[in-house]
């Protein structure tokens, strides 16, 4: 059966280019989408991580993932942001773990990738991560 009958039956429900799920898209985890739609590796930090931990009081829109490439996308009612990274450190563990599926950074390494990314970076609350630890990270990575 081809893509376009099965979605017309409901089978499939298209949810980005080349993307399709069998639920339809207000089912599906966020983080488990914002992974799988740009088809590389990928791990969430910067933003997405530092407001879930307290460390930014800013409100946060986007899901924001370290990837090989830098991109914006917008699916349903969820944002991404993909940041490029250089690949040697993209692939790099120290700091980053799976969740529930996702590949996510520690809080100290979403502080290691944001001042990355700007190095004049101010976090709101610092005392809720580890700097010892975040300076360790960023010299094992190398950035």
Known sequence: ???SRSIARGILYPIYKGLYATVPL???????????????????????????????????YDYTYAADISKRVSVGPWSFRYR??????????????EQNGVFTAT?????????????????DVPKLM????????KEKVGY
């Not at 088809?39 to 800013?58: D, K, M, P």
């Not at 990274?85 to 980053?96: I, R, S, T, W, Y």
């Not at 809080?107 to 976090?123: C, T």
Request: aromatic share 10%; hydrophobic share 50%; proline share 4%.
């Open 26 to 60: 207000e089912m599906l985890n966020p983080l488990i989408l914002g992974r799988a739609i740009i088809h590389r590796y990928t791990y969430l930090t910067t933003e997405s991580v530092l407001a879930t931990a307290g460390v930014i009081s800013q409100a946060v």
């Open 107 to 123: 809080v100290e390494r979403a502080a290691a990738d944001m001042l990355y990314f700007s190095p004049k970076y101010h976090f």
């Open 84 to 97: 490029q990274l250089k690949d040697e450190f993209l692939f790099h563990p120290a700091g980053v773990e």
């Open 130 to 137: 580890d700097i010892e630890k975040m300076k360790a990270i």
């Open 1 to 3: 059966m081809t893509i």
